[in-house]
């Protein structure tokens, strides 16, 4: 979300309900989010860039 209006600039649909808080990290100069889905063996990371500012 842009921090001056706080409206969500993407939408995206999880093939699986979020297992835990989303973990943020910067690569490269470029900022990721990372998401845990999923439990037991169907567990899995989905990761999402942010577009550069």
Known sequence: MPQRTGSSNTFDVMPKQPAATPMT???QGRQY?????GTGDDAELV?????PR
């Open 33 to 37: 989010v990372v998401v845990a889905i």
């Open 25 to 27: 990290y910067l690569h």
């Open 47 to 51: 990761a999402f860039a942010l577009r």
